[in-house]
């Protein structure tokens, strides 16, 4: 229990470290040119880093990532692939699900040839599975449902290998499509909690022991 307490604290180290860089990113250079995106969108202490791209290239194809809420509401992440190599995954959008499963939910107006501005961020969770089946669900021209960000199928409906962070689309708290972002919290003290929970538990029964040594000796005496 004392091992897996100290483990939790170097958990908790970890998670300061990754948002302290997290937080530099974001305050740094925004990345302008296409080459430099191309190279951080592989780095994995790049989230954070702001993205300013003057006339994005997008594939046409866009992913809905189901299982997603917001507010308490069910829906989707609304994905779009830029026109790169490795293809790179922009989170342009909540979609609030339809009223029928069936249906396809009404999608936003998205700009398309317009500047990106951005931030790039690691992979959104998942949520949960409602299938063992994990390929591409088609719901309309040109739009696909997917129960995760496989990187398998993503090639394969992408036609490219697909880069392992994505993009998050700004300006977000505007009007215009809803892009429920926010500053991720640094998830420490999570662990520092955990981390007290096992030391305490091993007091708890280093105690017990003393008091049951305790007590076999009075009984023997």
Known sequence: MLGLGIWQLDRARQKDLRHTRYLANVAGEPCRELACLELLIVDPDAPGRRVQQGSPSWLPLRMLLDNQVHHGRAGYLLLQALDTTPA????RA???AASERGQTPALPELSGSAGLEAEIAWSPATGLQLSAVVEAEPMASGLVRLQSLDPAILEVLLGRAVAPLVLRE?????????RPWRTPGSGADRHRAYALQWFTMAAVLAWLYWMHRQRRGRSGS
Do not use: D, Y
Request: hydrophobic residues 50%; glycine residues 12%.
């Open 88 to 91: 790179i995954l922009v989170q």
């Open 94 to 96: 909540f979609v609030e």
């Open 170 to 178: 700004l300006p977000v708290g505007q009007s215009g499509p809803l």
